[in-house]
């Protein structure tokens, strides 16, 4: 389906169904991609789920602009050729914003965020 200068809509009084048994569904948009469920849940039913592009959090009690940076940069896998040698996992907290926007944060650190990043 497809519309080159104008809106396209699929409706039907009860469901709607797309489904691709041979490879992937891929949905994109210039501008926001909005999926939107009124009087039920949308459901993410996968082996694994990845959001990509989350910022993280950087806690700034009582560290200096140097060393913030250079947390930023180990934690953000930019440091030192030893330490991105190794084959480490980074797990991180998911953290929500009042407004509904996820963000990242670092284990030892909590879900506080400014506005820079809600």
Do not use: M
């Amino acid at each position: 389906l497809e519309s080159a200068t104008r809106s396209l809509k699929i409706s039907a009084p009860q469901r709607v169904v797309i489904e691709s048994w041979a490879n992937e569904i891929s949905a994109s948009c210039l501008t926001d991609l909005k999926l939107q469920s009124v009087h039920g849940a949308i459901r993410l039913d996968a082996k694994s789920v990845y959001i990509k592009g989350l910022k993280t959090a950087i806690p700034v009690q009582g560290h200096s602009s140097r060393e913030q940076q250079q947390q930023q940069q180990q934690h953000s896998g930019r440091s030192s050729s030893a330490h991105q040698s190794q084959k480490e996992t980074t797990i991180y907290q998911l953290c929500v914003c009042a407004s509904g926007k996820l963000f990242l944060a670092r284990p030892d650190g909590s879900c506080q965020a400014d506005k820079s990043i809600c």
